[in-house]
């Protein structure tokens, strides 16, 4: 996209403005695509920040070549990546990779969610982090599949499995079907 490209150079040049158009653009897509895959407000939040905290220092050795958007969303899933194996070797921590929904909240986050949106969202904390991955960067990362498989290290086939076979455990379980 020639605007992105524009900002980029603009980035790269010194221009805070430009730096505050591209947290403008992408920051909520990111906390989306964030949330989606930790399941939890503030960790998303924090993760978000982290990545563009990190971006905002790169300026000066910024050299992208490719799509922005695919380069934050890539940054978000290494970050989530990160939290996750941190979050598992702490003692006592949860084996499971991905906390279940529960259906106590905060009154700030009862006014975020929708019912819809909770059995959503629990149905996505019970698809292996592999596939609710696959689904969520396809779905709301807006990536393409060979994009997907280049972020996870598999063949453009095996994103495609993980994709269709995450897309049908979730049809299973909104529609209160038992998949395994």
Request: with cysteine.
């Amino acid at each position: 996209m020639l605007e992105d490209e524009i900002l980029k150079w603009q980035f790269k040049c010194g221009n805070r403005d430009a730096l505050a158009q591209i947290y403008r653009k992408y920051a909520d897509p990111m906390l989306t695509l964030a949330m989606g895959l930790l399941n939890d407000a503030h960790a998303a939040e924090d993760v978000v920040q982290d990545v563009f905290t990190a971006f905002a220092r790169s300026a000066n050795g910024f050299a992208l070549r490719g799509s922005l958007k695919a380069y934050l969303t890539t940054a978000v899933v290494n970050r989530i990546r990160d939290h996750w194996r941190r979050r598992l070797r702490r003692p006592g921590a949860l084996t499971d990779d991905l906390p279940i929904a529960t259906e106590t909240r905060g009154p700030d986050e009862e006014l975020i969610f929708t019912e819809d949106a909770l059995r959503l969202n629990e149905a996505l904390a019970q698809l292996p982090s592999e596939q609710r991955e696959a689904v969520l960067l396809r779905v709301k990362g807006k990536m393409r599949f060979k994009e997907i498989a280049k972020l996870q290290g598999i063949s453009v086939n095996t994103a495609l499995g993980r994709y269709r076979y995450g897309l049908q455990k979730l049809r299973s379980s909104l529609n209160g079907e038992v998949h395994k």
